[in-house]
């Protein structure tokens, strides 16, 4: 296999270090934080475990899916909130579920070309945080009232309004194209390709029978910061809160159907659940790691981002994702030796494999023949966002690190990522480490 040039551009990219914070359900031990301060946290301890000088850094990448009104440059406030050099420039990304995964491309494209040597990429969410509206009403009364010289004019916009223009508009977790929810899209996938209740609460199972082990394990200590929790910093989260060591299937079995109440299978057990959390990555040109003495953690194979129409399948994008990545690599998934698929629900992960198997699949898609089938047991071999969580924006950064760390702890060397992505996204990075 050709070493000195990849899929990933010219310049070989060296993923030196990846850390996150303890995922957190929405509304618990994150829930007085803001994505801002769990990205200002995540990279400022990444920069000191690292032991790296900060005048080394060119360039940070950082994304955030759902962006608070005050501060929507994310990667530039936590430069500035890191306390890291103000000549670091910065920039956000947002591809929806895969954008740390699209962070770390960006960084790594501007290390293949030279034009950077040292990136920070990853992502940060804090569901307890998300930005409520108002009513466009409300708003105009409020912005009309601004402009009112005396308390009579100031209230003169509002005499209008209806009960109803009150009240707090949520963001939805919903396609724009469509109006589907994210939920319903998985319901939608489940019934087309008969994915039964009993194989998505199978997956389920076993993501968090994996997580509950690595952590047992220790395997995430190196992975997972703590985090002390400001103002009083008295309290201090140490691990993810959404893991259940002790569910099993007939406990999953029992759950209600959320977004089909009558004829669905998606529930709270095989859905990805709302979370708090922010992860980063240490990139660095081969070059510049081997000359700042680091060890790498691994290498950017290849990339791919795809797409699907959000009205067909909306949570398919891995399927068209995954063989591009493979094709760029030069790799077919029989070479692979990990495969990490994000789990928005446990019904996307299983039609995603069902398709990457399927000749029917193979052929609406184009391709000469099925990408392959994947291995179960190689698949999310310590977890993924059905019991870790799903921080939007951080997921990607979480699946590449702990992808990483797993293929050293097993002495293999490739691993496939691959991220579903609202509007029908999909994400594929090949990493190795050798
Ligand atoms: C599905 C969803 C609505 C559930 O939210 P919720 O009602 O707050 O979920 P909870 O954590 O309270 O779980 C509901 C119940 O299921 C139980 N439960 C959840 N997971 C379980 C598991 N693995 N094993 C056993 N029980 C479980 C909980 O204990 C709870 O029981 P209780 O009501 O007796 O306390 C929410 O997680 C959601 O919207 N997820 C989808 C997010 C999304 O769209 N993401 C985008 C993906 S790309």
């Given at each position: ?18 850390l ?20 200002r ?36 406030e ?109 319901e ?52 993810d ?13 029992q759950?209600?159907?959320v ?41 950017l194979?290849s ?29 077919k998934?029989?070479d692979?030796?990990?495969?990490e ?16 198997a ?46 990483l ?12 990522c ?17």
């Open positions: 296999m050709a070493r000195e040039k990849t899929a990933s551009g010219p310049t070989r990219v060296a993923i030196v270090r990846g996150r914070t303890p995922f957190v359900k929405a509304g618990t031990s994150f829930s007085t934080l803001s994505a801002l301060d769990l990205g946290m995540v990279v400022q301890e990444l920069v000191q475990r690292a032991d790296l000088d900060p005048s080394e850094i060119d360039q940070v990448v950082f994304g955030q899916v759902i962006p608070g009104l005050t501060g929507p440059s994310i990667a530039r936590v430069v500035l909130a890191a306390g890291l050099p103000r000549k670091i420039d910065a920039f956000t990304v947002n591809r929806a579920c895969a954008t740390s995964i699209q962070a770390m491309v960006s960084a790594a494209q501007f290390i293949s070309l030279g034009q950077s040597h040292v990136a920070i990429a990853g992502g940060t969410e804090c569901m307890s945080d998300v930005p409520i509206f108002t009513s466009r009403p409300l708003a105009q009364a409020l912005t009309a009232a601004s402009k009112g010289r005396n308390l009579a004019d100031k209230m003169k916009p509002f005499r209008n309004l209806k009960g109803a223009d009150l009240l707090p508009v949520p963001p939805a977790i919903a396609e724009y194209s469509t109006g589907a929810s994210m939920g319903e899209s998985a939608k996938m489940a019934k087309e390709n008969g994915i039964s209740r009993e194989e998505q609460d199978r997956i389920a199972l076993a993501s968090h029978q994996h997580a509950a082990q690595a952590w047992a394990e220790g395997r995430f200590d190196g992975q997972v910061m703590h985090v002390m929790v400001p103002p009083t910093y008295e309290r201090v989260v140490e691990k809160n959404i893991v259940r060591a002790d569910t099993n299937l007939a406990a999953l079995g759950l209600k159907p977004f089909d109440r009558k004829y669905g299978t998606v529930t709270a057990g095989n859905a990805s659940p709302l979370t708090d959390g922010a992860a980063a990555l240490l990139l660095m040109s081969e070059a510049r790691a081997k000359a700042l003495g680091y060890e790498v953690l691994g290498f194979r990339y791919a981002f795809a797409a699907t129409d959000p009205g067909e399948q909306l949570l398919q994008g891995p399927a068209y994702a995954t063989p591009i990545a493979l094709e760029r690599a030069g790799m998934l029989a692979i030796d990990l495969v698929m994000h789990e928005a629900f446990a019904a996307q992960v299983a039609s995603n494999l069902q398709a990457l399927s000749p029917a699949f193979a052929k609406k898609a184009g391709w000469k023949e099925p990408v392959g089938e994947v291995d179960r047991d190689r698949l999310n071999v310590t977890g993924g966002s059905l019991a870790l969580g799903h921080p939007f924006g951080a997921t990607g950064a979480r699946i590449v690190t702990q992808a760390t797993e293929l050293k702890r097993r002495n293999k060397n490739t691993v496939l691959t991220v579903c992505a609202a509007g029908g996204l999909g994400a594929a990075v090949v990493l190795e480490r050798a």
